[in-house]
């Protein structure tokens, strides 16, 4: 079993709805959680980073964690064809020197 | 402020050569990864260094080397390329131990044959 689980997708919604993107973790020694966006062809880009349980928000982003349940949620609000992208949940072990990824959730949003 | 440059963007090389990755960061930044990214296995460390002249290995080490001379660059290099080495490799930074954002360059894409 993967350390950090996603589905892999692809998750097509149409312009304007509300996206909806979870990571289900096992180490419950985990503390930081990072969503990185990936568009085709290009690397990681670093969209929200939390630390332990709660919500966080950033524009149109929510990053919630739920410690409990082992479970990561981003939330895309009035979502755009330009988010369509692969997005990667990932968490760092507790030095900080390794990022633990999933295989991260493809997005398509048509206009 | 380039952030992290990685050359070459693409690369074909024949089993058994050797080649060297580039990756620079004009960030001062202390942290230092390279990640291999491949179809159904995510992304995945394969070397990373605190600062230079300090590097470790990661999950996946084997037929790679490092090195750190600098705080701006961090070369991975192939040893001997074999054809699991196909991948697209990803060399990221962060700033220092408190900060974990790490940014990542755009990627070299590798084809061994």
């Known amino acids: 079993q993967k350390e950090v689980e996603q589905d892999p997708g692809p998750l097509s919604v149409p312009e304007g709805a509300i996206v909806s993107l979870n990571c289900t973790y096992s180490?419950?020694?985990?503390?930081?959680f990072m969503w990185y966006r990936q568009y085709s062809r290009k690397g990681p880009e670093l969209l929200m980073y939390t630390y332990s349980s709660g919500n966080k928000e950033d524009g149109r982003f929510t990053a919630q964690v739920d410690k409990s349940s082992k479970y990561i949620s981003l939330f895309i609000r009035d979502s755009q064809p330009s988010d369509s992208a692969t997005y990667l949940c990932?968490?760092?072990?507790?030095?900080?020197?390794?990022?633990?990824f999933g295989g991260g959730t493809r997005l398509m949003v048509k206009p | 402020n380039a952030g992290v440059t990685q050359t070459p963007k693409f690369q074909v090389l024949k089993t058994g050569q050797s080649m060297t990755l580039q990756c620079a960061q004009d960030m001062n930044h202390e942290y230092m990864s390279w990640y291999r990214q491949d179809p159904g296995m995510g992304l995945r460390l394969i070397h990373y260094s605190v600062g230079a002249g300090i590097t470790d290995q990661g999950e996946v080490p084997n037929g790679y080397n490092v090195s750190r001379s600098t705080t701006e660059d961090f070369p991975l290099r192939l040893l001997s390329a074999a054809p699991s080495q196909t991948s697209v490799y990803f060399c990221?930074?962060?700033?220092?131990?408190?900060?974990?954002?790490?940014?990542f360059g755009s990627g070299t894409r590798l084809t061994v044959v």
């Open positions: 990932a968490t760092p072990n507790n030095a900080g020197n390794m990022l633990t």
């Open positions: 180490n419950s020694a985990f503390q930081y």
């Open positions: 990221a930074s962060r700033k220092s131990r408190g900060d974990y954002g790490y940014t």
